[in-house]
């Protein structure tokens, strides 16, 4: 079982930088590929960035590719997601979630696939 606590969000204009936290309980969190998602009003909830085990991969979703970076400290069971030169359209309330992989090197990118879900936090962007 792990649980998930997300801090970081709130509001911030155009152009702007948040980083957002996700701390993890358990004593297995290196054996747990990691990603964010996010979720609009209205829309489905979607893929933003994930990053595997050891912390040695990175995936992103386009939208984001290039503004936004997942990283990981396994030392302290904790996820970080920098989002720099923030839009309107990223507003959104932002989930930290854990898909448990053992010892595989393999990184989820969809919803379905992740076992453990945080409570979310909001990012609002004003223009």
């Known amino acids: 079982q792990v649980q998930l606590v997300e801090s970081g969000g709130g509001l911030v204009q155009t152009g702007g930088s948040l980083r957002l936290s996700c701390a993890a309980s358990?004593?297995?969190?290196?054996?747990?590929?990691m990603g964010w998602f996010r979720q609009a009003p209205g829309k489905e909830r979607e893929f933003v960035a994930a990053?595997?085990?050891?912390?040695?991969?990175?995936y992103y979703a386009d939208s984001v590719k290039g503004r936004f970076t997942i990283s990981r400290d396994n030392g302290k069971n904790m996820v970080y997601l920098q989002m720099n030169s923030l839009k309107p359209e990223d507003t959104a309330v932002y989930y930290c979630?854990?898909?448990?992989?053992?010892?595989?090197?393999?990184?989820?990118?969809?919803?379905?696939?992740?076992?453990?879900w945080g409570q979310g936090t909001q990012v609002t962007v004003s223009s």
């Open positions: 358990g004593r297995t969190f290196n054996f747990y590929g």
């Open positions: 979630a854990a898909n448990f992989v053992g010892t595989s090197g393999y990184t989820a990118l969809s919803v379905r696939e992740y076992d453990y």
């Open positions: 990053i595997n085990r050891s912390g040695g991969s990175t």
